[in-house]
């Protein structure tokens, strides 16, 4: 199995980003925890986790309001 992030723009389109294969769910997770920052100040408004060709989750990648 393989987990793979896309992301889109907030209009829908995909953004490109560093191409990133993991092994696990968690690992993934990590690394997003770590990256979503850098990926939205590059346009990214969404990403959305895949195992293999599955979706699992798609998520917002706008922090929340204090």
Do not use: C, H, N
């Amino acid at each position: 199995m393989t987990w793979t992030w896309r992301f889109e723009d907030a209009d829908g389109k995909t953004v490109e980003a560093q191409e990133t294969d993991f092994t696990s769910q968690g690992d993934a997770e990590s690394w997003l925890g770590e990256e979503w920052r850098a990926l939205s100040e590059g346009g990214a408004s969404t990403a959305i986790l895949s195992e293999d060709d599955t979706v699992e989750y798609r998520m917002s990648l706008a922090p929340e309001d204090s």
